[in-house]
Nanobody
Framework: QVQLVESGGGLVQPGGSLRLSCAASGSIISFNVMGWYRQAPGKERELVALIGTSGSTTYADSVKGRFTISRDNAKNTVYLQMNSLKPEDTAVYYC????????WGQGTQVTVSS
């Protein structure tokens, strides 16, 4: 059974930065395209960023140039560096593989507010 554990969220002022981590157990992320997703209150979960097995990345237009996804296959961990945070980035952030077929973790809350 795959288990995903997200961490690193918190309360930050607009313009601030956070680094999220997602540790996976029960499977090996190196064979998978991994993604970060987020869900704001009252909205559907949306894809934020993807990282391929070779390290190639894609981003939602709303975060392009501000967020960076990376992976450490040796640690079975995926990261999301978030800079220049905006109030509209407030959401619960989750990781999963691209298909979203692994059980979702509890997520980590990111709140951007002054």
């Amino acid at each position: 059974q795959v288990q995903l554990v997200e961490s690193g969220g918190g309360l930050v002022q607009p313009g601030g930065s956070l680094r999220l981590s997602c540790a996976a157990s029960g499977s090996i992320i190196s064979f998978n395209v991994m993604g970060w997703y987020r869900q704001a209150p009252g909205k559907e979960r949306e894809l934020v960023a993807l990282i391929g097995t070779s390290g190639s990345t894609t981003y939602a237009d709303s975060v392009k140039g501000r967020f960076t996804i990376s992976r450490d296959n040796a640690k079975n961990t995926v990261y999301l560096q978030m800079n220049s945070l905006k109030p509209e980035d407030t959401a619960v952030y989750y990781c999963n593989r691209k298909s979203g077929s692994w059980p979702w973790g509890q997520g980590t809350q990111v709140t951007v507010s002054s």
